[in-house]
């Protein structure tokens, strides 16, 4: 294990300060998550106003994620990484100051902000290191984010019970942090737009797409299986709750899964190196397919924890081979755009999951868990039986690098 995260010593001094600057704003990252309870409680609004600006979030976040790639493929993934940081820390700066009738266009503007920042960051770190060491990058980002989100919500709630304002005013020094880490950090050559990118269209886009099947492959199936990856946030804490469960029990899974990302990714990953990438990914799948079948059919709190420990094994597996295989397969000037479409599809389960799993929940409460594992099992089907027609068809499986 140690060995492994002596790996995070290869990648670039600057993006190892990046990385740090990244853990302290994912410990800071308290807005979003106490939005809708400041909404409620501190601004007075009834439960499903709070829930329209939440949505209002959540519009934006999604068209950020569709357009962050471009804008920084067009004018520089660095500078557009930085004005996306700074929008969102002005965002929460204001926030507690604005009035009630404009908090769901700001919050819009902000969500934007934060979902131009997901594609653009990994851009600018993929970007920036060999492919043999874009796997551990990956990893790494991820530890770095899961490490926040076991600090952070324990120091927002303090934050609230205090003064609901200082949980926007700690998002916004962290983020404010990070943009100043990535302007004194990161290099200008990093994210420099390439000279034919302005001329690119969507229609260019599709015609790359269309010369690297296995990215739409995993495009796809990633958005399935994102649906039932997410029902770890909807289904199973009402699975606990219909068990008896009191809401730590759910608080503590979470810590638990976010501590063994944190602990475990990276090691993963580099014990991982040199195996195929359509494998990992459909294999992480069918992990996350097979949690759900095991709660599924006996619920418990017994098999909820084993459900969410094969659940993270799944994840650790196919989050980051698929954030470095699409990025891998960008051509020259699309290392924006690439990252913006896997970032959109790897969080399409933010609006799909709610949805679906509230209202199966509703009408047949047994039935949710095992078809979100079914689902994610034909997901993992598809893109290892393609894994397969592609070495047939070509003599060879589409690799990963190795690590």
């Known amino acids: 294990m140690f060995t492994a995260w002596r790996q995070v010593g290869l990648l670039p001094r600057w993006l190892q300060g990046l990385l740090l600057g990244q853990l302290v704003s994912a410990i800071g990252s308290l807005a979003f998550t106490f939005l809708t309870l400041y909404l409620v409680q501190d601004r007075h609004l009834a439960a499903d106003t709070a829930g329209l600006v939440g949505a209002a979030f959540g519009v934006g976040m999604i ?8 804008l920084g493929d067009r004018f520089g993934l660095r500078g557009g990484l930085l004005a996306a940081t700074l929008v969102w820390a002005a965002v929460c700066a204001v926030l507690p100051l604005t009035p009630t009738s404009c908090l769901a266009a700001l919050t819009a503007v ?80 990093a994210a420099r737009p390439r000279r034919d990118s302005p001329g690119r269209t969507r229609g260019a886009l599709w015609h790359t797409l269309r010369a690297r099947p296995h990215v739409l492959w995993v495009l796809g199936t990633v958005i399935a299986v994102d649906v039932a990856y997410r029902q ?59 949690a759900w079948l095991v709660v599924g059919a006996a619920p418990s709190l017994v098999t909820a924890v084993l459900a ?46 709610p949805a679906l799993g509230g209202l199966g929940w509703t009408h047949a409460p047994r039935l949710v868990l095992p078809v979100a594992g079914a689902v ?28």
């Open 308 to 353: 969410v420990l094969v659940l993270t094994a799944g994840e650790m597996l196919y989050k980051p081979t698929a954030t470095a295989t699409v990025a891998d397969a960008a051509p020259e000037g699309y290392a924006g755009r690439y990252q913006s479409l896997y970032a959109s599809a790897s969080v399409a389960g933010m609006f799909l999951a």
């Open 232 to 290: 770890f946030y909807v289904a199973l804490p009402l699975q606990l709750r219909a068990l008896g469960l009191a809401p730590i029990a759910y608080g503590l899974l979470l810590a638990g899964s976010c501590a063994v990302i944190v602990a475990l990714e990276v090691p993963l990953s580099v014990r991982m190196a040199g195996h195929r990438a359509l494998a990992l990914v459909a294999l992480g799948y069918g992990l996350v397919g097979l």
């Open 110 to 189: 902000g969500g934007f902000a934060a979902g131009a920042q997901r594609p653009l960051n990994m851009a600018v770190v993929l970007a920036a290191v060999a492919p043999e060491h874009r796997r551990t990058a990956a990893a790494v980002g991820r530890a770095a984010y899961n490490a926040g989100m076991v600090i952070g919500p324990p120091l927002g709630a303090l934050a609230a019970a205090h003064d609901f304002g200082l949980v926007f005013v700690l998002d916004a020094a962290s983020s404010a942090l990070l943009a100043a880490t990535i302007w004194r950090l990161v290099p200008s050559p």
């Open 376 to 403: 994610a099992l034909l997901a993992a089907s598809a893109l290892a039986v393609h894994d397969r027609a592609a070495a047939r068809h070509t003599g060879h499986v589409t690799p990963v690098t190795p690590v």
């Open 63 to 70: 068209t950020g994620n569709l357009a962050g790639g471009s």
